[in-house]
């Protein structure tokens, strides 16, 4: 078995180095479009903060060291360190119960001790504004009481946040919410001290839009409560989706053993995998899971690799085959020698190339990233104006007030900042977990407007091995002791072929012994180079080869075994001749079979609006062959295309108009791959072809390249209705609070279901199931 491959992470260039950042103390979209600016400026660096992952990817020169970038973000009023090197195992969130929202995740069990007292004390004071007959004589007075430490306490995160925020000149979310809760207190506490809201026996009616009036009577108490507790709970919930969603990046990094036993002098020593080396040597028991990407040196056995590829079906392995580390050994011992470990293995690239995309921006993002920046302030500047027009036309100082405060509330960006990077998390997450890795979201774009796939044959269509498939006789009888004609010819062409080296004979050895069992010794072997061979099998001579090398020993193929040998050959099959005691007997017919779910794959495409093509070196016969089984149009076929021809093909096609993918898995498909407008790369194919892609199918299936598409588009389009949502709630939520038809409690519930609802959309993606596999 071969190792899937995934592209190896970007190497550093001696002018610039790449640098990932854990950034904490973030709260909201803005801070880390505020922490992403303040990196750019500085001198040659590039970076892009995600809110969602909590990471900042930050490209810099060689010059500019890592704790300059950690003073900065610092600088801003946040935390930032360096991830430990090599793969890490959940530390994008605790792990725990429900898939990584855990209890020992600090954050997370802050915000819920902080919503649990906001809750305990907000109902009642809610239910008291709310419901005239639950205000009882000093009721305003044990609000107060309540609401206090609401504010004070389980808010301090909102007014914690926005003081560090006006320290550094800045305006966030937070800064709204503060704000609005703060106004709404301090307007509170005038009222009940020195206007009329304290009178005992008070009566306040609860109304969900403004009425006008001078206020002197009016308390807020129940807004600081209920925003507080809203906008905390909307933050709950979104950080533990996030935590969720990052789920399938963990799961995909604790695939790995922790521990090995290695061999040193013939002993075995268990020692954890991180120091496990290269040419290490180490056992692998039934049952246990491979520690680290290596080559089998001894032992056979079968390994169930659908933990890491998806693939079902076991794989088997002997000496000499390569095998990836978090594969599981279903079947003997097996002895393993190490050649990668730790940050090198195919598990950690794969985890680096998921991160890698979910930390990117799609280009509808970066539209969003600039309306965030400015939005905060403009809000402000919104609310002082609804202050300014309200007190302006005579409707009283509290109904001016609670119009401002609505808008304060109402407005927060995060659902903006939230639509790409959540949908990201869990398109790419889930991605991974089905044998599917997308280098970017730059990605996403390109899959919407692909109308052809172009399809590489051998290896992609085509299982890229010769196999035995089928056998004629025409007619002869077998051995007395076979039951047919066709096992003696197996038997006597499959020992002789066992004794080559040439593919051909390798597939035909193969076949034989997959039929009949054991295969006789052969004497006397003689190799006719380009040709055949010959040589005595159970005291005959035995002569296999092309149908030329028979006629050069006078024993020509005849009759309905040179039809046979004709036709195959017509339809691009290999045909080898077979005769013995001076006669031809059989034609067997070798031949690149079609893998059985590209017939699958390709009707899925076109499902998608694709137009499949296929490109090949190989003759139009075999090429045409190929098109038939599949369902490919015979007019959509390329054949005798030379490695250097297939970029030609693609930028044929891109100047007819067409917006073309191509899926390929060898060497000489990375320049196609690179110039197609997305390339997709078969894990099963060379690191050259993978890195050339912007799209990695671990596993050898076609039909996961129908997959990857469909995957990409779904993600892009969760991405697009995440951000109309967001847009079209800040569009009417604005204006309906700014003309009082918003209470500002009803404009905190909204502003928090629109973080949660766009959270919530991008968890759906988890749904996604694909055909492959």
């Known amino acids: 078995m071969s190792a899937p491959s995934v592209p190896p992470a970007p190497a550093a260039t001696p002018e610039r180095h790449e640098v990932e950042l854990a950034v904490g103390g973030m709260t909201c979209a803005s801070c880390a479009n505020r922490i992403e600016r303040k990196l750019n400026r500085i001198d040659g660096v590039t970076a892009v903060v995600n809110y969602a992952t909590e990471r900042a990817s930050v490209s810099a020169p060689a010059g500019t060291g890592t704790a300059e970038l950690v003073a900065a973000i610092e600088a801003a009023g946040y935390t930032a360190t360096a991830p430990a090197t090599g793969p890490r195992a959940g530390d994008t969130g605790g792990e725990g119960e429900e898939e990584g929202a855990g209890t020992d995740d600090p ?21 008291m504004a709310m419901v005239p007959a639950l205000q009882f004589e000093y009721w305003q007075w044990a609000s107060l009481t309540l609401a206090v ?121 268990r020692i954890p995998v991180a120091e496990l080396a290269v040419d290490d040597e180490f056992v692998v028991r039934p049952g246990e899971k491979v520690a680290t990407d290596g080559r089998v040196v001894a032992g056979h056995s079968t390994l169930d690799v659908s933990l890491l590829t998806g693939e079902s079906t076991p794989v088997e392995v002997t000496v000499g085959d390569t095998v990836a580390g978090a594969t599981l050994n279903a079947g003997g011992r097996l002895v393993v020698r ?78 903006l900042g939230l639509a790409t990077p959540t949908a990201l998390l869990v398109g790419t997450g889930r991605g991974a977990r089905l044998g599917i890795l997308i280098k970017g979201p730059q990605v996403l774009e390109s899959t919407r407007a692909i109308d052809t796939v172009v399809l590489d044959k051998t290896g992609t269509v085509t299982t890229g091995v010769m196999t035995l498939v089928g056998v004629h006789t025409g007619g002869e009888p077998g051995d007395p002791g076979d039951d047919t004609a066709e096992r003696t010819a197996l038997r006597l062409a499959g020992a002789l072929e066992h004794a080559s080296e040439h593919p051909v004979a390798a597939a035909i050895a193969a076949g034989a012994a997959a039929r009949v069992g054991d295969l006789p010794a052969v004497e006397d072997f003689t190799n006719h180079e380009g040709l055949g061979v010959q040589g005595i099998v159970e005291g005959r ?86 098109a038939a089984q599949v369902g490919i149009d015979a007019d959509r076929v390329v054949a005798d295309v030379l490695p250097a021809g297939k970029l030609d093909v693609i930028a044929r096609l891109q100047e007819q108009g067409r917006v ?114």
């Open 149 to 269: 430490p609401v504010w004070a306490s389980a808010g301090a995160v909102f007014h914690r946040a926005a003081w560090v925020n006006l320290r550094h000149g800045a305006a966030t979310m937070d800064t709204l919410i503060s704000l609005g809760t703060t106004a709404a207190m301090a307007w509170s506490v005038y009222a009940l001290f020195l206007g009329t809201a304290g009178t005992p026996g008070m009566v306040h009616p609860f109304s969900l839009t403004i009425a006008p009036g001078d206020g002197a009577g009016n308390i807020y108490l129940e807004v600081v409560a209920a925003v507080t507790t809203f906008v905390l709970a909307g933050r709950y919930i979104e950080l533990r989706s996030r935590r969720r969603a990052g789920a399938a990046l963990r799961a995909l990094l604790e695939l790995g053993a922790k521990h090995v036993n290695v061999l040193r002098e013939g002993v075995e020593h």
């Open 338 to 415: 190490a050649t990668r470990v730790g940050a090198d293995t195919q598990l950690a690239q794969m985890a680096r190339l998921v991160e890698r995309a979910q930390t990117g921006k799609a280009a509808v993002q970066r539209l969003a990233d600039r309306v965030s920046a400015v939005f905060v302030p403009v809000v402000i500047a919104l609310a002082a104006i609804t202050l300014g027009f309200w007190l302006g036309t005579g409707a009283g100082a509290a109904a001016a007030f609670t119009a401002a405060v609505a808008v304060l509330i109402i407005a927060c960006p995060c659902a």
């Open 107 to 127: 954050v997370l069990q802050d915000l819920r001790h902080r919503l649990l007292v906001a809750a305990l004390l907000s109902v009642p004071i809610v239910a």
């Open 541 to 626: 001579a035995v002569l296999v080869g092309r149908p030329r090398l028979l006629e050069q020993w006078a024993t020509p193929l005849t009759g309905e075994l040179a039809t046979v040998a004709g036709t195959e050959a017509a339809a691009g099959r290999t045909v080898v001749a077979v005769a013995w005691d001076g006669r031809a007997r059989a034609v067997l017919v070798v031949a690149d079979t079609v893998k059985d779910t590209s017939a699958e794959a390709i009707a899925r495409f076109r499902e998608l609006g694709l137009t499949p093509v296929l490109l090949t070196g190989d003759n139009e016969a075999v090429a045409g062959s190929v």
């Open 660 to 773: 073309v993918a191509m899926v390929g898995d060898g060497v000489n498909d990375a320049a196609a791959l690179a110039r197609a407008d997305l390339g997709l790369a078969m894990g099963t194919g060379t690191d050259v072809a993978i890195e050339a892609s912007d799209i990695t199918l671990v596993r050898g299936d076609l039909r996961a390249a129908a997959d990857a598409i469909a995957l990409a588009r779904r993600t892009l389009g969760t991405i697009r209705g995440n951000l109309f949502w967001a847009f079209a709630y800040n569009t009417a939520a604005l204006p309906l609070a700014a003309m009082g038809l918003l209470n500002p409690m009803l404009a905190g519930a909204a502003m928090a279901f629109s973080s949660v609802f766009v959270v919530g959309n991008s968890l759906r993606l988890r749904r996604f199931r694909g055909h492959a596999g």
